[in-house]
């Protein structure tokens, strides 16, 4: 008889079960947080379009660097995934002037030490990507690092080939994302370190809670753009001059609604599958 999965974590959205000493089980929910909170309303389907979207991403950037999903289980949601030793550093990289990131600009000229020019404007393409790692944080917010923070985390040898690859692929999804008339603006990727010690891309990839993604039709530098995420949510929670501390309020059925709606729409133009056939195959997705 097999022995159920034992509870490893708990994250915001996702919980980990060890499968034996190879493999853990990766579950989405459909809790959603905003400003670090999260809300007692969930979001219907919101674990499955994380978790499909990542299995489509996985199975397309693997000629750039291997990753840890090994299955996505039939309720869609459920990763079989391989341990990895995780490293403690969010690897984002910025195309747009977009977030802390244009907070940072209007403040310094910089972007987490990178010197931009002068002149842009919110929302606004970067001359190049940059690569703006951070920490990741237990609870809270995560925090920007310099370079020799970083560096002093991972080593200078293995940060360089964290900026390449997280620029590399990136620069893929994004490519792909243009093609589907979606700009990705930014991107936060997580990597861990296989037994032989090969950097290995985990956790989530490319999905609207990890990226910021802007319908192309509706963009105009200048100004926030419209988003496909938690945007509703967003804007629900500011109306109620809520200080954004626990417990964070209640969701309407519309807002739930919209949120879903937008979730649901970044899956289907990114992937191609329409998200029914992905309820019904979830392995559809890495063919």
């Not at 600009?105 to 404007?121: E, I, K, M, N």
Request: proline share 7%; hydrophobic share 40%.
């Amino acid at each position: 008889m097999l022995e159920a999965p034992s509870h490893v974590a708990s994250g915001k959205v996702r919980e980990l079960f060890a499968l034996d000493a190879e493999r853990l089980l990766l579950v989405a929910s459909d809790r959603i947080s905003v400003f670090d909170v999260v809300l007692p309303t969930e979001v219907p389907d919101k674990g499955r379009v994380l978790t499909g979207l990542s299995a489509f991403w996985f199975a397309r950037t693997e000629h750039l660097c291997p990753h840890h999903l090994l299955a996505v289980r039939g309720d869609a949601r459920s990763s079989e995934c391989r341990r990895l030793e995780m490293l403690q550093l969010e690897c984002v990289v910025r195309g747009y002037l977009a977030g802390s990131g244009w907070s940072d600009y209007r403040a310094t000229g910089s972007v987490c030490g990178h010197r931009l020019p002068d002149g842009l404007t919110e929302s606004a393409r970067l001359p190049e990507p940059i690569f703006t790692p951070s920490t990741k944080a237990v609870s809270g917010h995560d925090e920007n690092v310099t370079p020799e923070q970083a560096a002093a985390l991972v080593g200078e040898e293995r940060l360089a080939e964290l900026e390449r690859l997280s620029l590399e692929l990136y620069g893929f999804a994004s490519e792909h994302a243009a093609s589907r008339g979606i700009i990705l603006a930014d991107t936060k990727l997580e990597f861990g370190l296989d037994p032989q010690g090969r950097l290995v891309l985990a956790d989530e990839v490319f999905t609207p809670d990890s990226s910021r993604f802007w319908p192309a039709d509706a963009y105009e530098p200048g100004r926030t753009q419209a988003s496909f995420d938690k945007q509703p949510v967003r804007d629900f929670c500011a109306s109620l001059g809520w200080d954004k501390t626990p417990p964070g309020p209640a969701l309407p059925e519309d807002v739930v609604v919209d949120t879903r709606a937008r979730y649901v729409e970044a899956f289907e133009r990114l992937t191609g599958h329409r998200f029914d056939d992905y309820l019904a195959d979830p392995e559809c997705v890495r063919r």
